[in-house]
């Protein structure tokens, strides 16, 4: 069996922290770390070094945060994860070389092999079965306004949740109770039900009623006073999230460890997905945004200098039109102003926004004088050459009609009037 190196690196400074530390320190530091050392957050000319740091982190979490894990680590150094100091899981990345390389050559583990800590305690004799090393994620939609995915936005709020009781530490009984073993599912947790489905019964898996899922319970004097034998008790925390600036519907927003915790793992993560709500103004696509702006047959054709719409954000956009002499506007003209699109999220750069002309006609109040209408036949382009028929006829029309009413009439109302008395077509007599 190699022999332990002299130069040893504490696992507990890895993460800068103390032997007696509490779980909530460790994942706090563990964190911090991992946020620090995480390749993406590094040039590309030190991100080789980051993923190592950031490996390290993480399996030296994985062994303090389990309390088994770490007991076995102050109790017995790295020796205890490989028993006969064979490599363990063959594959894994060896933290011995990871923290020589991470530490600057110091001197390794020796005996240590693959990495333990993934799931139960792998090739050590009498071992648990392994748990689920984590609680289930609490996700939910949560809608936002284009307003504040443009601007992002802090948002603090109160939940509620449940925490690991405080008075057992999450026993579910008094401090010398013992709990029985479950005789219903035998200590499983779990049991196997017949059911029916039409005309055949199935065997299906149900979490045990009798001890809810674990395996043992407290008789009714035996129970923790706080939590009733739960393990786990209600508490209110305030939490904040922020709204990056430029998000988009579907991407997520992680609070880890802040779902309800359950007794011997570690607390899930709530996530909230974005819903962007519709607006009545502007549209959205990707970084770029569109918006129709209205202005005068008159601005269209002579020109204007204003602000045309309130931007996300409550600034004005102000436009020049023309640009070059004798330039007009027409219906549907699309207008791009370079940058004034949604912001790009982990950059200053934004995308584009697109304007769409919807010129204004005058109304049906507006009054122009025989000269005012010869003087505008004056200055306007004049018409095309006139359509030349063989026949010509003059029609009246609706001035006020509405394109709903296209093709409202399929023409077969007079046939169904004739057989409105339901009766069969008959030959005349001859």
């Known amino acids: 069996m190699p022999k332990v190196a002299s130069a040893h690196v504490d696992l507990y400074e890895v993460l800068e922290i103390s032997q007696s530390s509490s779980k909530d320190d460790i994942r706090k530091a563990y964190r911090k770390a991992a946020l620090r050392n995480h390749p993406d957050k590094v040039p590309e000319s030190e991100r080789e070094e980051a993923s190592m740091r950031f490996k390290a982190v993480q399996e030296a979490y994985d062994i303090l945060y389990d309390d088994d ?36 050559g110091m001197g390794g583990m020796g005996g240590m092999g693959g990495m333990p800590g993934m799931g139960g305690m792998g090739g050590m004799p009498g071992g648990r079965p392994n748990k689920p090393r984590k609680s289930p994620d609490e996700v939910q939609d949560y809608h936002v306004s284009l307003e504040d995915l443009y601007k992002g936005k802090t948002v603090k709020f109160s939940s509620v949740k449940n925490i690991i009781c405080g008075l057992c530490k999450g026993k579910g009984g008094k401090e010398k109770a013992t709990a029985k073993k479950c005789s219903t599912c035998d200590g499983h947790g779990q049991k196997e039900v017949l059911q029916r489905r039409g005309q055949f019964l199935t065997q299906q ?65 709530i996530v909230f997905k974005i819903v962007e709500e519709e607006h009545p103004i502007f549209a959205r696509a990707g970084s770029d945004l569109q918006t129709t702006i209205d202005v005068t047959l008159a601005e269209s054709l002579t020109g204007f200098s204003r602000v045309v719409l309130t931007h996300l954000d409550g600034r004005g956009i102000e436009l020049k039109h023309p640009l070059t002499p004798g330039a007009i506007l027409t219906p549907g003209q699309v207008l791009k102003v370079p940058g004034e699109g ?89």
């Open 69 to 104: 894990k770490r007991h076995l680590y102050d109790t017995h150094g790295m020796s205890a994860f490989n028993g006969s100091g064979e490599p363990g899981m063959a594959g894994a990345p060896d933290l011995d070389d990871l923290l020589a390389q991470m530490f600057g």
């Open 205 to 269: 898996v149900v979490t045990c009623t009798t001890c809810n899922g674990n395996g043992s319970y407290f008789a009714p004097k035996d129970k923790c006073k706080k939590c009733k034998g739960a393990r786990t008790t209600e508490a209110k925390k305030m939490l904040e999230i922020y709204i990056p600036r430029g998000a988009k519907q579907g991407d997520k927003i992680v609070l880890e460890g802040e779902a309800d915790q359950v007794p011997d793992q570690e607390p899930g993560d």
């Open 342 to 430: 949604m912001p790009m999220k982990r950059s200053d750069a934004r995308g584009d926004l697109y304007l769409v002309v919807d010129v204004k006609f005058p109304g049906q109040n507006w009054k122009p004088t025989h000269d005012m209408v010869e003087k505008l036949k004056e200055i306007l382009p004049k018409p095309a050459a006139p359509i030349k028929a063989d026949t010509v006829d003059e029609v009246t029309y609706d001035p006020r009609a509405e394109i709903e009413e296209f093709g409202a009439q399929d023409g077969q109302s007079a046939w169904e009037d004739e057989e409105d008395d339901d009766e069969p077509a008959q030959c005349a007599a001859q």
